[in-house]
């Protein structure tokens, strides 16, 4: 059986109920890390590896009751408090979700529920935005709430905030409105995108995980970033009151605050300026066919990551090191929020097996532990798979 045949044959055993099914897909960046919260530009796309939630109400009006294959645990929480405190960090979401909801004045009925998934838990492949969107998209269906998608990813995103990760749309977006075979070019400003047709010609986009999770939520490091980048826009804003944030600041303007900001400060928002002036090269060079070139912006953003924005691990850095010596790839940057998780590679089909093996080889030989490869394409957003006639 198909996860999803597996995720529904659960739900009916447990509950004995009607039941819906959503699939929600994990995302990649192909490139634009961090400056999605500092409204820049960002090219992600929804990819084939999915949350599954299969979703029905429950007969008790203020109990959740959701099983998990995914997460091996089960969650119970009633709907008449807010507190997060000792809940496993998958319910925590969850239940930020439900007060999300109520907070904003929508009607619901306590749900059962299953969920099951293949997104790789920790990879920063945005396996909690998926989680959310899902999540909300199916409350919204079962309670007719007919909640529009960017509504739904501004909850999934106060979600997020809720549980401590002060994150912006971008994951949200490309899980609820990805589209096969295609990045979103997203203007994080005005939250207006475009999809831009992803032609690899003879190349393939692989994943390689690290094993090194990350829980982004858990640590400081993504809030420190993101308000170091608030520190110096609020530093311009003081004489340029059209400065809101990183999108309204050129790099002109950036150098002639070097002295008067934090200097690890400054560093981290030129990063981002760099990032957002790549993300707008590689939107060019896809549109031009020049994938060689989308392959060196993706090399340029990893060395940025790791050097100016100080979010890549050792283990990461090797991974993209190993591929330097090969023809065979054209480009390997970190994606997701760093400190663990995976590189996205760009390699040729036709070797692909090699270049892997010996990757594979070389990090099990310094680490003492085997990276995990997934092949992974552009795919559809959050959708309904099944509901009761």
């Not at 089960?74 to 319910?91: H, K, M, V, Y």
């Not at 939107?283 to 790791?306: C, F, N, P, T, W």
């Not at 283990?315 to 997701?336: A, N, Q, Y």
């Amino acid at each position: 059986m198909t996860i999803l045949q597996q995720i529904a044959y659960r739900y009916y055993q447990q509950f004995k109920q009607q039941y819906i099914l959503v699939k929600a897909p994990g995302r990649f960046n192909l490139i634009g890390e961090h400056v999605d919260y500092n409204l820049g530009l960002v090219l992600p796309a929804a990819i084939d590896k999915h949350i599954y939630l299969a979703l029905g109400k429950s007969n008790d009006t203020n109990l959740v009751e959701i099983f998990s294959p995914y997460f091996n645990q089960t969650a119970r929480f009633t709907c008449d408090n807010d507190s997060l405190e000792g809940l496993p960090s998958w319910i925590k979401y969850l239940k930020a979700t439900i007060i999300e909801l109520k907070a904003r004045g929508y009607a619901l009925e306590a749900v059962n529920g299953a969920i099951d998934g293949d997104i790789p838990l920790g990879a920063g492949l945005s396996s909690s935005a998926a989680l959310c969107c899902g999540f909300i998209y199916g409350i919204s269906y079962l309670n007719q709430l007919k909640i529009p998608r960017n509504e739904i990813a501004v909850i999934a995103q106060a979600t997020e905030h809720r549980v401590g990760l002060n994150c912006g749309l971008m994951d949200q977006y490309a899980v609820l409105y990805g589209k096969a075979g295609h990045v979103i070019g997203l203007d994080c400003r005005s939250l207006n995108f475009r999809y831009i047709p992803l032609n690899l010609q003879e190349y393939s986009i692989v994943v390689a995980n690290s094993k090194i999770k990350h829980e982004l939520a858990a640590g400081s490091g993504y809030n420190e970033r993101r308000a170091a980048c608030e520190r110096v826009v609020e530093t311009i804003n003081r004489n340029h009151a059209e400065v809101n944030s990183l999108r309204d600041v050129d790099f002109h303007t950036l150098r002639s605050y070097k002295d008067k900001v934090d200097a690890i400060d400054y560093k981290r928002a030129n990063y981002v300026l760099e990032e957002n002036q790549r993300v707008i090269q590689t939107m060019k060079a896809l549109e031009d066919g020049r994938i060689a070139s989308v392959g060196q912006y993706l090399y340029q953003s990893h060395y940025g990551m790791k050097l100016d924005y100080e979010i890549t691990v050792p283990e990461i850095d090797l991974l993209v090191d190993l591929t330097k010596p090969f023809k065979e790839v054209i480009g390997s940057r970190m994606v997701g929020g760093g400190f663990g998780g995976c590189t996205i590679n760009l390699i040729e089909t036709a070797a692909k097996a090699q270049v892997l093996e010996h990757i594979a080889q070389e990090y099990e030989n310094q680490f003492h532990v085997a990276p995990e490869f997934y092949d992974i394409q552009p795919d559809e957003g959050v959708h309904l798979v099944h509901a009761p006639a």
